[in-house]
């Protein structure tokens, strides 16, 4: 087998094989039916026609050709009937099967290959061709010597798309899988109630793999997502706002706006739970452009960190920004507790960390101070874990409760970070909360209230400053 590779049209799939299939191998692709089989097969298909010119065959035993051209052009966007009949590709359509005409159907396949030169070569499904013969060793003789060594000798890299039914435990009809260079199995699943589509790479003979498990979805055609990177920034920006809808703030984020119908509604509190595998730099990648926009319009930000993040960490946030020294230091607030070694700088505000009730009219204080100054709501942002810390679980809670009545009576915004520990703690409080966690690397995003489908995140640094990347899971 070659060591040529051949891109599967997947990005976050061909970044774990190496960039793609080995070329002239056979691949397996197995899941329960409405998976997702068909769009693989498809988004591969589409890859060596339209973006690298190759030749190719899809034979399909599950949808007559106009069926295939409406779903497949609904859901990769591409046009199918003007790649069908650019003569560079066959469709053979093969819904109806009879026993009889199975050996006239593989010549046919393997003339086509052949004929057209194919380099890429579909079979939808092997499962309902294989159902046209009498012995099940016939499937096995088809699969190793009639695909296996005729296919690859003419180097044309096939997938083999088959059923694999949720009560079994082989793939397809038990052989395939032992011919197939490579096996890859779809699933769909759940993850607190969710959809959650998944893939596993089953086997793939000759390529190293580093992770075996993508998280995948269907929106836009077929994505998976390998475990979560961080990108360098090559030319810093400013953060550039997202203008407010009526009686919301902006998130900073347009998917994110779009996934809370339209941002933080005014006056709220919401809850952001982030789960043990989270780092710190994820989940300030997705909600750091919250307090970007509001510095960005002239509102103050007043912060109470979680542990392990400080005012330099934060400072350090808003100058990759775009933000100038006089705009830190006239509408942030970072607030420390019993520092005295701390820099006195004009955005560090100082709190001895004893009395609750002391520091809790102090931190009133300096936001009155800064709604005076700007004319505009504040938005506090508080780790949960670090006021704990200080003041006591039941002490804090009631403080809670009477900061949400405020926050909803000034127009405000508040935001209450929740790292792992306190998940559980009573906070009816709450107008939203959002969860972050990961599943096989890939960083996720969700809504508990209002409830929404998971969303995969990745980073996006087209913009000149670090910004999440929503894709629904669907």
């Known amino acids: 087998m070659s060591e040529e590779r051949v891109s599967t049209g997947i990005d976050g799939l061909d970044a774990v094989i190496e960039g793609g299939f080995s070329r002239g191998s056979l691949i397996l692709l197995a899941g329960s039916p409405g998976v997702g089989k068909t769009v693989f097969g498809a988004t591969?298909?589409?890859r060596g026609l339209c973006d690298l010119d190759e030749a190719g065959v899809y034979a399909s035993f599950a949808e007559d050709a106009g069926t295939f051209v409406r779903n497949m052009s609904r859901h990769l966007g591409r046009d199918y009937e003007k790649c069908i009949k650019s003569g560079k590709c066959r469709f053979l359509d093969f819904v109806t099967v009879k026993e009889e005409g199975i050996s006239t159907i593989l010549e046919l396949i393997l003339a086509e290959v052949e004929g057209t030169k194919a380099k890429r070569l579909v079979i939808d499904s092997y499962s309902a061709m294989a159902q046209a013969f009498r012995e099940k060793m016939d499937a096995r003789i088809v699969a190793h010597t009639i695909l296996g060594k005729l296919v690859r000798k003419a180097g044309c890299?096939?997938?083999l798309i088959s059923e694999a039914p949720?009560?079994?435990?082989q793939l397809g009809m038990g052989v395939e899988?032992?011919?197939a260079d490579g096996v890859i199995l779809l699933r769909a699943g759940e993850l607190d109630g969710r959809l959650l589509r998944d893939l596993e790479i089953v086997k793939l003979r000759g390529t190293p793999l580093p992770e075996r498990r993508l998280v995948f979805t269907l929106s836009g055609g077929f994505k998976a997502f390998p475990p979560f990177q961080a990108k360098p920034m090559e030319k810093p920006e400013r953060f550039k706002p997202i203008p407010d809808p009526p009686e919301k703030f902006s998130t900073g984020v347009q998917e994110l706006d779009r996934l809370l119908d339209g941002g933080?509604?005014?006056g709220s509190t919401v809850l952001i739970e982030i789960d043990e595998q989270i780092s710190t730099f994820q989940y300030h990648l997705i909600f750091?452009?919250?307090p970007w926009s509001f510095l960005a319009k002239g509102r103050a930000v007043m912060v109470i960190p979680s542990s392990g993040v400080d005012h330099n960490i934060i400072k350090k946030s808003a100058t990759e920004a775009g933000f100038t020294e006089d705009e830190i230091n006239r509408l942030l607030r970072v607030c420390t507790f019993g520092l005295p070694s701390a820099p006195k700088e004009p955005y560090i505000a100082r709190f001895g960390g004893k009395s609750i009730e002391e520091d809790y009219q102090r931190y009133l204080?300096?936001?009155?101070?800064?709604?005076?100054?700007?004319?505009?709501?504040?938005?506090?942002i508080v780790g949960a874990d670090s006021i704990i810390a200080h003041y006591g679980k039941e002490t804090v809670m009631k403080v809670w409760n009477r900061d949400a009545t405020r926050i909803r009576e000034k127009g405000s915004l508040g935001i209450l970070v929740l790292k792992p520990g306190y998940a559980e703690l009573p906070l009816p409080i709450a107008d939203m909360h959002l969860k972050v966690t990961r599943e096989h690397g890939a960083l996720i995003l969700y809504g508990v209230k209002p409830r929404t489908s998971l969303h995969a995140v990745e980073m996006d640094v087209s913009e000149g400053c670090p910004l999440p990347k929503l894709t629904p899971i669907i």
């Not at 949720?166 to 435990?169: D, G, K, W």
């Not at 100054?373 to 938005?379: A, D, R, S, Y």
């Open 166 to 169: 949720r009560s079994r435990e």
């Open 264 to 266: 933080f509604p005014k």
């Open 365 to 380: 204080k300096i936001e009155e101070e800064l709604m005076n100054e700007t004319g505009q709501p504040v938005l506090s």
């Open 157 to 159: 890299t096939t997938i």
């Open 44 to 46: 591969f298909f589409c």
């Open 177 to 179: 899988e032992f011919v």
């Open 288 to 290: 750091s452009p919250t």
